[in-house]
């Protein structure tokens, strides 16, 4: 039978001539951009040097020409021993620091022998259950030396006190870890959905953990405000932009209510944000994030010191602009990404494997993302100059305007709020409103690239009906019998009265005022599983069902 289906491969000229020229966020690109854009503009009030208020150039003197940025490559999978080798791999090929990607059950709180973790175990990162895990995890990766991102949210606080027990058995001291825990809960009611507890119970955790590390774990970064997955679940650069940082005033007013000074603890937030495909946007996103950080922190919430009102961050290349067809051209889309992230000024970078969209990287694929971060950083002159797209009238330009796109959001979550961001962010999520606007947000550009006003490549033009598959990486189901055989030999092997009792205590204070993560490190210490920790918070705090809006 002959295909009659219509083709969507097109001509260059074709292509150009159906673009609106808009960016990726639907804001109109002008067809050049010249001084009077930025007549009534003042360099000094907008722009400053490096390392000072406002802060756009960035947040240090000297950026990357005293230091690059840390080549974080995010990686977990199988076992605790298999994502152990490739950290190892990782660290011999170059890479400056961990990140550790978690399997769903774990993110969850489930242990690896839960009937609801069947099927799951290992498949999209790597599964931990107890301290055992995590000290085979960094086995041979002293803890003291070098920067540990966890990216985990609902059971943060969990994974948190079994990285402590860790380095506790390692002999380092709790004060010399450096390092980041995501636990950014907020934005997984807005987009990600990995939660446990409702939001209070939450917010009581990430409070906790706040003012512990302030007091006894001042190099680490407690929480990890998240944009990533928001713009992964469809949102506009502004939108990534504004819900982050509003989620970032809601994490500093739940210091304040709990009493900590904000020139103390406010240094302790970091930041994740996406870098997608379009490359003056997200340049001019990062840009203005720091403009506006600086601003609330000074102005709003009374910071003084300008370690307070630095806006450091972690970026990673946009996982939903990568393709399944023609999947070598996402390593051109992740050096693009990986360009503008250092252009706007990441303290750290994780860079996409090219076979990401189909599979956990190949050790190959992910030695490839690494290698294009050593390139852009030893052979493009990039880092040399900081901020080098500084004072262009068309990224001035959009820098301005997605600051105002910003501000206008935040308007409307304080009015939510009644003068509170924390109270308007909560909000916001009971009534739906973040949801809806990533939903409209996500229509409109899926719309635009069914119509033809936005392209990619190998999907809707220059299309290749013949490809061949390429090699990815199989995670076989002896990943989870190996898991619930550690699992149980963990438990089969403990005191178990111990483990008992250190729960008891756990419940006991959680229905108290008290500060919970000295409880949740006895529980590690006795080599509680995280489902029993999970397990029993969720018996005091309830869990969380979110309730349909649309």
Same mark, same amino acid.
């Given at each position: ?446 719309? +635009?690239?069914?119509? /033809?006003?936005? &392209?990619?490549?190998? $999907?809707?033009? %220059?299309?290749?009906?013949? #490809?061949? @598959? ?56 006795? +080599?509680?599983?995280? /489902?029993?920790? &999970?397990?029993?918070? $969720?018996?005091? %705090?309830?869990?969380?069902? #979110?309730? @349909?809006?649309?």
């Amino acid at each position: 039978m002959t295909d009659t289906r219509p083709r969507t491969r097109r001509t260059d000229d074709a292509v150009a001539a159906e673009r609106s020229h808009r960016t990726l966020s639907g804001e109109p690109v002008p067809e050049i951009a010249t001084a009077e854009d930025l007549a009534s503009w003042d360099p000094d009030e907008r722009l400053g040097r490096p390392g000072e208020f406002p802060f756009t150039r960035g947040v240090y003197p000297s950026m990357y020409r005293g230091r690059l940025w840390t080549m974080r490559q995010f990686a977990g999978f199988g076992t605790p021993a298999e994502t152990n080798a490739r950290y190892r791999f990782l660290l011999a090929q170059g890479q400056g620091g961990l990140s550790v990607a978690f399997d769903m059950p774990t993110l969850m709180g489930l242990d690896s022998d839960d009937p609801r973790s069947e099927g799951e175990v290992g498949r999209c990162g790597v599964a931990t259950d107890s301290l055992d895990d995590f000290e085979t995890l960094f086995d041979s990766i002293p803890l003291g030396d070098i920067s540990t991102s966890m990216t985990i949210s609902g059971p943060a606080t969990v994974a948190f006190a079994f990285f402590l027990a860790t380095a506790e058995r390692q002999g380092v001291a709790w004060d010399q870890l450096d390092g980041t825990l995501q636990t950014d809960i907020l934005k997984e009611y807005i987009a990600q959905k990995e939660w446990i507890f409702p939001p209070r119970p939450h917010l009581r955790l990430i409070g906790d953990l706040m003012a512990f590390c302030a007091e006894r774990c001042p190099k680490f970064h407690p929480v990890s405000v998240s944009g990533y997955h928001i713009r992964e679940a469809g949102a506009t650069a502004a939108q990534e932009l504004a819900f982050t940082l509003a989620d970032g005033f809601g994490y500093v007013e739940l210091g304040q209510r709990r009493g900590l000074d904000v020139d103390r603890f406010s240094s302790g937030l970091s930041f994740f944000f996406n870098s997608h495909i379009d490359f003056f946007e997200e340049i001019a996103k990062f840009r203005a994030a720091r403009r506006i950080w600086a601003r609330w922190l000074r102005d709003r919430y009374g910071a003084t010191d300008p370690a307070a009102m630095r806006l450091r961050f972690h970026t990673q290349t946009a996982g939903v602009s990568n393709t399944a067809q023609q999947p070598m051209n996402n390593v051109v889309r992740t050096a693009v990404e990986a360009l503008a992230a250092v252009f706007g000024g990441t303290q750290s970078l994780h860079t996409n494997a090219l076979d990401e969209v189909l599979a956990l990287p190949t050790e190959d694929a992910a030695k490839l993302a690494l290698r294009t971060q050593q390139v852009i950083a030893y052979e493009t002159g990039a880092p040399d100059t900081i901020d080098p797209l500084g004072g262009s009238y068309f990224v001035e330009t959009m820098t301005d305007r997605i600051e105002a796109q910003a501000e206008e959001i935040f308007a409307h979550i304080d009015a939510m709020g009644e003068g509170s961001m924390l109270d308007g962010v909560l909000a916001g999520i009971e009534q739906g409103w973040f949801q809806q606007r990533i939903a409209d947000a996500a229509f409109e550009e899926q719309r +635009r690239y069914e119509t /033809g006003d936005l &392209v990619k490549v190998g $999907v809707n033009a %220059f299309v290749e009906t013949d #490809e061949a @598959p390429i090699d990815t990486l199989v995670i076989g189901p002896e990943a989870e019998v190996q898991q619930r055989v550690a699992v149980g030999r963990t438990r089969a092997e403990r005191d178990d009265a111990a483990a008992k009792a250190a729960i008891a205590d756990l419940v006991r204070a959680a229905g108290t005022d008290e500060n919970l993560i000295d409880p949740m490190v006895e529980c590690a210490r006795t +080599r509680c599983t995280e /489902g029993e920790i &999970v397990s029993a918070l $969720v018996g005091v %705090f309830g869990d969380y069902r #979110e309730t @349909p809006r649309f």
